[in-house]
Every structure is written in C-alpha cells, then in structure tokens.
C-alpha cells in the first residue's frame, strides 16, 4: 500500500531552455487535452533528467500503470472491457505524439458507464434482505484478483464488497456499544453525576443500522464520483505517462497547482474555515482564531453552507451537492476582497455573512519548538520541522530556515544545552532552505551536488561563518523523511557535526523538480496547466546519490514503518542510485564513537518495554496488511474481530506510556493560549504526544551522552 506514498518535491528553479511548441487557441475540453498532451510529450523528451524513448514498449508501460491507476481494486471494469482496450496497448506513444484522446475516451465513457451501472446494481443489492451467514469470502489484495467476466460476477463482487462493509459496520457499532458500557461503569465506580446513556441494540437492530449506513456511503461516493469532471480524470491519464519516466514528474491542472503553492508556502487567501461534506452538505468545520470567519461572530462550526457569493456584484452559487474543493476555490480569492456566505444555522435560521479574505497561514506547516527537561536535569530544545517551506512569491513570506533561526535564539534564551532537530515524516520541499539551516549549526563549506541530465554538476554551498547553535546536534529521521530532509540529514553526518537519530535508512529521494508552466510554450490565453519535471539529480558532499538509499542512521532504531514497504526502493520506475566525484575535500567537526553510542542506545531499548511493545505492533500490523482475504459469514466473521481485539489489548499500554519526559513552554506561548483556542488545543495535543515519543526519549538519551 505504500509504494505510492507520494512526497513534498523538492525544488530547484532553475532558467529552462526556450521551447515554442505553437498551437491555435482549443475550442473544447478535448481540443484542450489534445494540445496538453502533445505539449507534456515535448517537455519530457526535451527537459525531462533521463528522457524515456517514446515506443511501444513505454507504451506498454503507461497502458498498465493507466489501468492501475484508473481502477485499482478492479471493482468497475468488466474482463472484456480490458480485452478491448487491450487493442490499444502498444499505440499510447503514438496518441501522445498526436495528441489523440481516442483511448482515453474510450476508457472515460466506459468507466461512467459502469459506474452508472454499478449504481443501480448496489441500489437492488441493498433493497433486498442480505445474508450474512453464508461462507463466502472476499479477496483484499487486488493483485490476487482478476476483472469480473460478466455483469452477474460483476454483481456478487459488489455483494461481497457491500456485506463487507455492512459487517465492519456492525463490528463499529459493537465497539461504540462497548465503550459507552465501560464508561457508564467508571461513572458508577467512581460515584460520579454524569449521566451515560448506553444504546443497546439487538443483532438485527444493529444490521439494519449497519446497512442503512453503508447504503448511504455507497450512495455517496458514486455521487461524488460522478461529479468529477472529464478534465479531472484526465490528470489521471496524463500521469501515467509521466510517471513511468519517473514517480516525481506529474501533470498539474491550473487547480492542482493552486493546491501545491498553497502547501508550500504555508498560507492561503481565504476565510480560515475548514469546510466539510456530509451526505451532499457542505458544513463549517473548525474556524482558525483571528481569521475572517471566526472575526465576524456569526459563523460556528456546524452551520450549512447553502450559497457562495465570491464577489459582490455576481449571483450567489448554489452549492449543495458541491464537491469541497469547487465550494474552497469560489470561497478563496485576492487578499482584500469580499465572500459572502449564506448559512442555515443549527436553530433553522439563515444569515448572510460577509467577509473580507485575509492572508491565513496553515501553522502546522511550520517549524515550531519546546524545551525538554531532562532527567540528567540539563534542558534540551527539540524542534519539529514538518517541511522546508519558502514562499517564493512574497520576499517576506515565511520560510523554514528564518523559522528554524527564531526557534534556536528562543531556546538559547532558556539555557539549552543541545537540540535535537525532529525531520520524521517530513518529505522535503525547498533546497535552497537546507543551505541556510546548514548555516545556522555550522560554518560554509559545499552541502549538495546537483548534476542535470548532460551529466553537469553543480556544488551549492553555505555562506554563512556565524553559526547560531554550536552544541550537541541530533537529527531525528525515519522512513518518510525524503528529499530535502536527506540533503539536510546527510550534510550533519558528512561534516560530523551531529549524530542522525530513527529508522535504518530514510526514503531515499535524491531527484531534484522544477514546474515547466505549459502555457509558456503555448501562443495560447488558455490555461494548460504544468508539469512538475524532474531535471536533476543530487548527491551528498561524499558523492554518493540518496537516491534509493536514502541516510543510513548512525544511530538505529526499528520505526513503525520499518516493516512496510515505503521508499523510492520499491518504485518499479524510480531513478537509479549512482556515486559521482565528492565535492573537494572536506575536515570532519567530530568524531562521534558511533560504536558505542549504539551499543549503549541497544542496551536501553532491549530493556524498553513501549519500544518493543511498538515493534510487536508494528510487525502485527504489518501481518494483517498482507491478509489476501477475509471470511463475509458475521460469526466467523466476529471471531476473527474478537482475536483482533484481544491482540490490540496487548498494544493499549502504547495509548497509556509515559516517557518520562517533562516539557516547558514560552511564556508568549502561554499568554496566546488564553485568547486562541485552537492553538491551545494543538499544543496541548502536541505535548501529549512528545509524552508518548519513545523516539524523542531515546534521542534525549542520545544527545546527553554526545561530548
């Protein structure tokens, strides 16, 4: 399930070669797609890092992952179907030299037509009593199953799916049951006022609410399925062509874009309201503190969203049964525009609010720090970075490293006697950023090498001779920490200037993305979108590629995910690793006896009973993800999900650990608790968490015993 992880890119721009592709200004949607087509075509064969010859066999290839991509459960089309569009399996290089749209046309329409099939199929399906007490069996792993051979195959497949759900259902309920029953007893035990009502009911009771549930989720999902767009399902069909040159290069719509920016730079024009969808509503969800929405005290979470006026003199949208992001996209705009949203209240009433968007940054998106209180009684500063973000639009926007700074004056404000700096599951993003934190924990010197595909290499150093924090370093990674966080990750380790901390090696991304604006190539108005291109590939000061590899730990310990498959290495399309010249010589800062900071760190966690409580769970976890198929007879059924839990019972003490670990906050922190809720309530979280951290209580460990 993890072989599609996607990650944050990371970005270089760079000046690109000027490519003029000329094209009259397209009619329609398909004319559109065509131009798109051949204009990805062009920019992959000219810009892409390791260009793939356009034939059949990359034909082949991109048929497959298209077909993959398109009904990956195959669940929609029929065995005959896939003989049909076998027919055009070694002609996808020609269509995209063309810009011919026949085959995705074809697998377009025939898709919505077996949705719309499928849709009246689940609707007899469930308007019939269903049995559970036959022994069938569903298979999980779609790689163990092929596509129907007719409608009535097609028809029990959905059955079974639908039973399986009904039962997962049933078992959601007799858990809710159970909890409400034990919350009731500690009421009474512990002589408490508080009033616990426990709903009982009776099997058929519970099947019929089961049922009624999924038939309602069904419902809705072919809803929203069939609310997609052609051209959003062609994003779909122009990334299989693109990512069988590698994972990294994807076609963006102008949308999509618009998302990307938004993640990067940590901000969005708009109201600070999360916007929910239930059962074909939009609701407000939680509002942002200080944002629009939550100024004008007239909005609470929970109102249902009926119109969207995005601009005073336009007619107000409709937007029940709106998909979230076309209601978002007409609630965002221009900083310092007006929205007005009409809401039905909890009490019935309906009020139009206006508002005026403002700037709303996505904090969780940016680096933030605390002080840990050690057992040795030194304080410790651990700092989160959950991406390497820079806004590149605004010169004062905000940026990792600026973060990153600000984090380390307040820790040293407090008397720290080292930092350890958390990059776990942390997918990369600027590389210009890693240069800068680079700074800030040493002196200049080269800290990656960047070679484009003519075989050029480029080394980027670091400027700064004043750095900010030159105490103990540790560097906390694990297997989602990619791209960026590698760069950062392996510089520490090459210079010697800190101890890298987590999972036995990281994800392993070493290729470097720029977006290509297709409409640059395009005597067009039109909007076509972009390709995110890989265009390099980036190599450690030593010369070695991260790339598949990733950073090997100096210090290892076994994470969740270690028993997953996540990493470039399981991509059957990604890049090769490869080792170049290093980038001069360089003196190491330290030398760490690595020997004997492991051999001490494994003594610990073999005593650690959450850490190999952790592993136990991670391992059963991984058990149950490799499970092909799942009994749909409920007492079979329900045995297997009464083992399941007397398994997890052995894993609640990992909801219940303690590390041992105490942690004090800024006082700025503190005063802005009183007045923003939220925050409170992501801090509160937060340190909840770092409680339970048997990683962070390791690398405390860790960090006290480097010299």
Known sequence: MFKKFKLNTLLLFIPLSTLIFCFNSPKNDDEKMQTIMVSV???????????????????????????EMIDPAKRYFLQSDLDEFAKHRTKLDDYLNQGNIVFYNLTYERLFQRVDEIDKMTQDILSKPINLDEDETIIL???????????????????????????????????????????????????????????????????????????????????RFKKRKKMDWFRLYMNAYTEVFDPHTNYFSPKDKEDFDTSFSGK????????????????????????????????????????????????????????????????????GTKVTLTVEKKDKTIREVTMVREEVAIEDTFARSIIVNAPDGKKYGFINLPNFNADFEDAKGRNASDDIKNEIIKLKAQGISGIILDLRNNGGGSLTEVGDIMGLF????????????????????SKTNSPLWSGPLVILQNELSASASEILAGVVQDYG??????????????????????NRFLSSNDDFGSLKLTIQKFYRITGESTQKKGIESDIKMNDFFTHAEIGERYDDYALAWDKITPAGTFKKLNTFDIAKLQKNST????????????????????????????????????????????????????DKLENGLKFSRYQEDLAREKTD???????????????????????????????
């Open 603 to 654: 003594e610990r966690l073999s005593k650690n009973e959450a850490y190999l409580l952790l592993q136990q769970s991670a391992k059963w976890k991984e058990e149950l993800d490799k499970e092909e198929s799942i009994t749909l007879n409920q007492a079979k059924f329900s045995e297997i999900m009464k083992q399941r839990k007397e398994q997890v019972k052995k894993f609640e003490a990992l």
């Open 268 to 335: 969005v024009i708009g109201i600070g309201a999360v916007i929910q969808e239930k059962k074909g509503y939009l609701y407000l969800g939680a509002l942002t503190i200080g944002a629009p929405a939550w100024k004008s005290k007239q909005l609470n979470e929970g109102d249902k969203i009926l119109k969207v006026q995005a601009k005073p003199n336009e007619e107000p949208v409709n937007v029940a049964g709106m998909l979230v992001e076309e209601a978002v996209r007409l609630i965002r705009g221009e900083k």
């Open 41 to 67: 075509k062009n920019t992959l064969s000219y810009l892409h890092y390791s260009p793939k010859p356009i034939n059949d066999a990359y034909s082949q290839e991109v048929y497959d992952k298209y077909i």
């Open 677 to 707: 809720e939220v925050f409170k309530k992501k801090s509160e979280n937060w340190i909840k968490n770092l409680q339970k951290d048997v990683y962070l209580k390791e690398a405390v460990n860790i960090i006290a015993e480097i010299k």
């Open 141 to 223: 792993d779609p790689e163990k199953k092929k596509f129907p051979v007719n409608k009535e195959e097609q028809y029990n497949e959905w059955k079974k799916f639908i039973k399986y759900n009904i039962l997962q259902e049933i078992e959601t309920l007799n858990a809710k049951e159970e909890s409400q029953k034990k919350k009731k007893d500690s009421v009474i035990k512990n002589n408490l006022k508080d009033t616990i009502k426990v709903e009982i009911l009776s099997p058929e009771q519970k099947r019929i609410k089961a049922t009624d549930e999924v038939k309602d989720l069904v419902t809705d999902s072919f809803r």
């Open 497 to 518: 200037r800190g101890v890298v901390v987590g999972s036995p090696q990281s994800f392993g991304k070493g290729t470097v993305q720029t977006f290509v604006d297709l």
């Open 442 to 461: 040493m002196n200049e010197g080269p800290y990656v090498q960047v070679k484009d595909g003519s075989g050029k290499t480029q080394t980027l150093r």
